[in-house]
C-alpha cells in the first residue's frame, strides 16, 4: 500500500514538472519576441542634440544643399521671382521660404517653382507680402 | 493598257475594302494587352532612365557645393533643374504614347468611318498631351 501511494506520489511529481517546464517556456518564448526595454523606451537625446525625428545624417544634409541650390536656381531663373531676395532652407526634403516680395502673385509663384523641383517634399511658404505705399 | 489599268482599279478595290475592317474582339483584346504592356515597359524606362539623370546631375551639384564653387553651385543646380524637368517631359511622352497605342488598338473593333474617327480622336488626343508636355517643360 505505501509502495503504491509512493508511486502515485512519484507520478504527480513529474508531472507537476512537466506542466511547470511547460508554462517556463511559453513564459521565456513570450518575453523573447518583446523589445530590450532599452529599445522600447530610447534614452533621451543629450542636450543640445536634436531628438531623433529630428536627426539628419550626413546624406540628408547633402540632399537638402542640393535641393536649397537647385529651388534657389529655380527661383532666380524665373522672370516674376528673380527680383525678390528670397531665402531658402530645407530640412529633410521639406522647403521652408522666406523673405518678403510685393505681391501675391510672387508669394504663390515661389511655392510653385519650389515644389516642382526634384528632392522636394513639401514647402512651407513664410514669404511676406509688403505692399509698396505709392 | 486596258487590262492594266483594270489590275490597278482590282488592287485598288482591294485595298479599299481591306481597310478599316474590324478585328476580331479576341484578337482586339490580344493587341490592347500587348500594348498596354509595351506601353508601361516604355513609361517604365523612362521613369529609370529620368532617374539615373537626375541622381548624375544632383552629384553634380552636391560636388560644387562641396567645393564650395558658388557659380559652379548656381550653374550645375541650374542644369539640374533642366534635367528634372526634361525627365518628366519624357515620362509624360512616354505615358501619352502608351495611351495612344492602346486607343488604337481598341479602334480595331470598330469598322470603316467610325474606326477612321476613332483613330483620329486618339491621334489628336496624343497630340495635344505632347504639346502639353512641352508647354510644361
Redesign the interface.
Known amino acids: 500500500m505505501t509502495h503504491i501511494l509512493t508511486r502515485a506520489l512519484l507520478v504527480a511529481a513529474a508531472l507537476g514538472c512537466t506542466v511547470m517546464a511547460g508554462c517556463t517556456t511559453d513564459t521565456e518564448r513570450t518575453t523573447s519576441t518583446r523589445q530590450p526595454a532599452a529599445a522600447r523606451h530610447p534614452a533621451p537625446a543629450p542636450a543640445g542634440e536634436p531628438a531623433a525625428a529630428d536627426q539628419q545624417t550626413a546624406g540628408d544634409a547633402?540632399?537638402d544643399?542640393?535641393v536649397t541650390?537647385?529651388v534657389?536656381?529655380?527661383l532666380?531663373?524665373d522672370e516674376v521671382t528673380k527680383a525678390y531676395q528670397i531665402n531658402v532652407e530645407t530640412f529633410q526634403g521639406t522647403v521652408q521660404l522666406s523673405g518678403s516680395v510685393d505681391s501675391e502673385e510672387a508669394r504663390s509663384r515661389a511655392t510653385e517653382l519650389a515644389r516642382n523641383?526634384?528632392?522636394v517634399k513639401d514647402v512651407k511658404n513664410s514669404l511676406q507680402v509688403r505692399r509698396s505705399d505709392g | 493598257m486596258h487590262l492594266k489599268a483594270l489590275c490597278a482599279l482590282a488592287a485598288a478595290a482591294i485595298l479599299v475594302t481591306a481597310c478599316n475592317k474590324s478585328e476580331p474582339p479576341a484578337e482586339v483584346a490580344r493587341d490592347v494587352e500587348k500594348a498596354r504592356a509595351e506601353g508601361q515597359r516604355d513609361v517604365a524606362d523612362a521613369r529609370a532612365d529620368a532617374k539615373e539623370a537626375n541622381a548624375g546631375a544632383d552629384k553634380q551639384v552636391a560636388d560644387a557645393i562641396a567645393d564650395h564653387d558658388d557659380d559652379a553651385v548656381a550653374k550645375q543646380a541650374h542644369d539640374a533643374n533642366e534635367t528634372y524637368d526634361e525627365g518628366k517631359s519624357k515620362i509624360v511622352i512616354a505615358q501619352a504614347e502608351a495611351d495612344h497605342r492602346v486607343a488604337v488598338e481598341k479602334c480595331e473593333a470598330l469598322e470603316g468611318s467610325a474606326q477612321k474617327d476613332c483613330k483620329d480622336r486618339a491621334n489628336r488626343a496624343f497630340d495635344e498631351a505632347k504639346q502639353a508636355a512641352k508647354v510644361n517643360r
Do not use: L, S
Open positions: 547633402v540632399d544643399a542640393v541650390a537647385k534657389k536656381a529655380r532666380v531663373d523641383v526634384g528632392g
